[in-house]
């Protein structure tokens, strides 16, 4: 996979896993499992340079 393909991935993941973050309830144990894929996503896409400022709707 490159860089390009593994950056596309992960923005699309990241975009998608924020909008079913907003739709659930941030004490609910389904949130808690999604916000550590956010995070892990995070690092990941800072890793690639990208600028999750502007991504970022949960913050």
Known sequence: M??????KISVEEF???Q???LSASPE???Y???H???K???VILASLS???TDLDMVK
Request: charged fraction near 35%; charge should be neutral; glycine fraction near 0%.
């Open 28 to 30: 609910s144990e389904t």
């Open 50 to 52: 990208v600028n999750v």
């Open 40 to 42: 892990e996503l995070k």
């Open 19 to 21: 909008k079913w973050m």
């Open 2 to 7: 490159t860089k390009e393909e593994l950056m």
């Open 15 to 17: 975009s998608r896993l």
């Open 36 to 38: 550590e894929r956010y």
């Open 32 to 34: 808690q499992l999604m």
